[in-house]
């Protein structure tokens, strides 16, 4: 990877389970499997509820996040430091 190349998230969906798929900047989809962060409880204790997984899941920060207020303050959400989302494995667009 260029060492001036920001990964950036532009769209992140929800596969199954806790699966997310996050399009980048640079075309790639990746999948990230949320599962872990869902089992550490504390400020992740509200992924384990699937459907608040996947209705507050969006885009903050220029990474995938969970949108907790419902009103996109992006100070006050989950999210994932994009470069953890980077270095997943590329896959196939799950919506082709």
């Known amino acids: ?3 001036r190349f920001m990964p950036e998230v532009l769209q992140a969906v929800p596969g199954d389970g806790y699966v997310i798929y996050a399009y980048f900047n640079d075309g790639t989809v ?3 499997d949320a599962a872990q962060l869902a089992e550490r409880g504390g400020i992740f204790e509200r992924l384990k509820d699937r459907a608040f997984f996947v209705s507050a899941l969006t885009v903050m920060n220029g990474t995938a996040a969970w949108d907790v207020t419902g009103d996109r303050d992006a100070t006050r959400c989950i999210d994932i430091d994009p470069f953890v989302l980077y270095d997943c494995p590329v896959v196939p667009d799950p919506l082709e």
Do not use: K
Request: hydrophobic share 15%; no cysteine; aromatic share 16%.
């Open 1 to 3: 990877m260029d060492s």
């Open 30 to 32: 990746r999948r990230y």
